[in-house]
């Protein structure tokens, strides 16, 4: 019986909470901006209200949510997004889905990178077994921020979560080496190669090494030019010149054990192939 009158009261309370949502969702945008939200209270008073049925309670939020950001109309819904979605997360912290969408809003709609970094961060703090949030942060720093550092930061704390998928690494060492970390760069991509399962990332750890050991390579054989040219006042005519002049202890060779293009007249080196096309 006891149950009974709670759940009555609780629909009651839910009821009363979406009514003020409506009336608040009509009053003029211009006059009150952002009022459908400001008056929301925080997740810690409502998880006392819902007594103990606060994940229903985030339910109706998340959905409410949904609804808000996506009209277009109300030119400064963003302004709350972030107290929308902590109060979702206080109600029901292991719902996943509003930490997610929470972060594509701040990044596509919103345009706040930022701030769809503390929306995941705030997914990881509680859930700390959850692999995609750190994932997904790593992805919006590689694929939009161009932030290599920061992406490297995120897939590494992807890897250290027990199930994350094996791309992780993958996406960890490439940052590494958009980083000019090569040697992490190729010690990963080296344990990829030998770990790998199938031949297709057998290959993809095959032409990462490539690339690394190239761009390695080539460092070294320019800076050994610049020096020649800068005792000579010209580029040699052949690579092994380096060698004979002490610039260079030997000429290395590609992966594959070929020989790098080298054009006398530039100074340009450049390997025989493009690692993608062995």
């Given amino acids: 019986m006891k149950k009974k009158w709670l759940i009555i009261l609780l629909i009651a309370t839910c009821g009363i909470f979406m009514g003020l949502k409506l009336q608040i969702d009509q009053l003029p945008q211009k006059k009150i901006p952002g009022s459908s939200i400001i008056y929301l209270p925080s997740g810690k008073y409502l998880k006392y209200a819902t007594f103990g049925y606060s994940s229903l309670m985030a339910d109706l939020i998340y959905?409410?949510?949904?609804?808000?950001?996506?009209?277009?109309?109300?030119?400064?819904?963003?302004?709350?997004?972030?107290?929308?979605?902590?109060?979702?997360?206080?109600?029901?912290?292991?719902?996943?889905?509003?930490?997610?969408?929470?972060?594509?809003?701040?990044?596509?709609?919103?345009?706040?990178?930022?701030?769809?970094?503390?929306?995941?961060?705030?997914?990881?703090?509680?859930?700390?077994?959850?692999?995609?949030?750190?994932?997904?942060?790593?992805?919006?720093?590689?694929?939009?921020?161009?932030?290599?550092?920061?992406?490297?930061?995120?897939y590494k704390k992807t890897m250290n979560i027990e199930g994350s998928p094996p791309i992780a690494r993958r996406l960890y060492a490439h940052a590494a080496f958009k980083m000019s970390d090569y040697q992490t760069s190729w010690n990963h991509w080296r344990e990829i190669y030998k770990q790998a399962e199938t031949k297709r990332i057998k290959k993809i750890a095959s032409?990462?090494?490539?690339?690394?050991?190239?761009?390695?390579?080539?460092?070294?054989?320019?800076?050994?030019?610049?020096?020649?040219?800068?005792?000579?006042?010209?580029?040699?005519?052949?690579?092994?010149?380096?060698?004979?002049?002490?610039?260079?202890?030997?000429?290395?060779?590609?992966?594959?054990?070929?020989?790098?293009?080298?054009?006398?007249?530039?100074?340009?080196?450049?390997?025989?192939?493009?690692?993608?096309?062995?």
Wanted: glycine fraction near 4%.
């Fill in 63 to 154: 959905l409410w949510a949904i609804q808000y950001f996506s009209t277009t109309t109300i030119p400064n819904r963003f302004q709350y997004l972030d107290h929308i979605f902590s109060i979702v997360a206080e109600l029901d912290p292991h719902y996943l889905d509003p930490y997610e969408l929470g972060a594509i809003i701040a990044v596509y709609e919103a345009k706040d990178l930022e701030l769809a970094y503390k929306i995941l961060d705030r997914g990881l703090k509680k859930n700390p077994d959850q692999w995609i949030f750190p994932f997904q942060a790593g992805h919006y720093a590689q694929m939009i921020e161009k932030n290599y550092k920061r992406a490297r930061k995120y």
């Fill in 207 to 278: 032409n990462h090494l490539y690339r690394v050991k190239a761009t390695r390579d080539i460092q070294r054989i320019e800076k050994a030019l610049e020096k020649f040219k800068n005792h000579y006042g010209h580029y040699p005519q052949s690579l092994s010149k380096l060698v004979k002049t002490g610039y260079l202890e030997s000429v290395p060779k590609d992966l594959d054990g070929q020989s790098y293009v080298y054009k006398p007249e530039t100074g340009q080196v450049k390997p025989p192939t493009i690692p993608w096309k062995r």
